[in-house]
């Protein structure tokens, strides 16, 4: 991937000074269509974050995943998530009542078999019926929040609280509507946080002050020191 990255340019990698001297345009050009092959370079990269920080024993000494062994620390970390993480993945792709054996298929491929098994015996991701008609979607959105989402950030958070550091876990279940949202109904409806509703209110994009600090008193956060 590094030498594929290096060939979108002119430059030698050993010469820092043509490096230096690369347009941000041409690094983000260059970013782009190694985010694009990635996959097809190496299969390990996947789709989702091809590009992303990996261990190497020297810059970065430890995955911070229940994978490997877990460095002692003492810094504070903020870990923050919305209600529904996955609503604009699930009601962005499925916008129809997504059938039960549609749902079964995407969670035995993503998860496998034993798994699998294990999560659609729970009341809690088991598909319902909605007005007389079968859709997965509400239980795929449940099952998608909490397992790329929530159950990793908490894992996380307990994980560094027990290594030393205090760990402050809260979930957004007020927001404000992300413009990448905008066009998804579940992420506009009541209700609904989807996955970036929370960056207008952190970061103030918000239309006024006036609405940012509403937004602000409004925001309710489930806070856990471990």
Avoid at 153 to 176: C, D, E, I, N, Q
Wanted: proline content about 7%; glycine content about 10%; hydrophobic content about 35%.
């Amino acid at each position: 991937m590094q030498n594929f990255f290096n060939k979108q340019f002119s430059c030698n990698p050993s010469d820092s000074g043509c490096a230096s001297s690369l347009s941000v345009s041409d690094i983000l050009k260059a970013s782009d269509t190694l985010y694009s092959q990635a996959m097809f370079l190496d299969p390990a990269a996947g789709q989702g974050e091809p590009i992303r920080p990996l261990r190497d024993g020297q810059l970065i000494s430890y995955t911070l995943t229940t994978s490997s062994p877990f460095p002692q620390v003492s810094k504070p970390i903020l870990v923050t998530t919305v209600a529904n993480e996955a609503g604009p993945t699930v009601y962005g792709g499925f916008t129809s009542p997504l059938p039960e054996q549609d749902y079964l298929q995407i969670v035995y491929g993503t998860l496998g078999t034993s798994r699998a098994d294990t999560i659609l015996s729970s009341q809690r991701y088991g598909v319902q019926t909605y007005g007389g008609v079968t859709d997965a979607r509400p239980s795929f959105e449940k099952m998608g929040t909490d397992y790329l989402w929530k159950c990793s950030s908490w894992t996380f958070s307990r994980t560094w609280a027990s290594k030393g550091g205090p760990a402050y876990v809260g979930m957004y279940v007020l927001g404000a509507t992300h413009p990448a949202n905008g066009g998804i109904p579940f992420c506009t409806s009541n209700g609904s946080v989807c996955h970036q509703d929370d960056i207008p209110i952190v970061v103030g994009f918000l239309d006024s002050a006036a609405i940012f600090a509403q937004f602000s008193d409004a925001i309710t956060l489930v806070w856990n020191r471990e």
